[in-house]
């Protein structure tokens, strides 16, 4: 029975002092997502794997953007300014890497992959 009071006593010092704190008072709104204000607006690409060579990139604003890719390693592959929204990739091999498109001060990143 000792042990038992001994086993109590230690849950309830473990509970008090290690035990988590859950704050009832956030809220998840699932329609809202969560995007830095240094980042570009609405920024997408696509298709991601690329097949066929071409990547469509996309923005809210649709001005000309300066497009960097590195690879996995850091090295820039490519850079390039873009002024519509189809992006030739062809030259690159098959792999993953990093795409940066900066636009009017505003910068996203993504990860490409190219099959």
Do not use: H, W
């Not at 086993?7 to 309830?12: E, V």
């Amino acid at each position: 029975m000792k042990k038992f009071y001994i086993f109590l006593f230690t849950l309830f010092i473990t509970t008090c002092f290690f035990g988590q704190e859950v704050d009832t008072t956030l809220e998840v709104n699932q329609e809202t997502s969560i995007q830095n204000s240094d980042e570009i607006k609405d920024f997408k690409m696509f298709p991601n794997p690329v097949v066929n060579g071409k990547l469509f990139i996309y923005s809210s604003l649709n001005t000309a953007k300066k497009i960097q890719i590195y690879s996995i390693l850091g090295k820039q592959i490519m850079a390039t300014n873009l002024r519509g929204i189809e992006l030739n990739v062809s030259k690159l091999d098959a792999g993953i890497y990093i795409l940066k498109a900066y636009e009017n001060g505003k910068t996203s990143t993504r990860k490409l992959v190219i099959k």
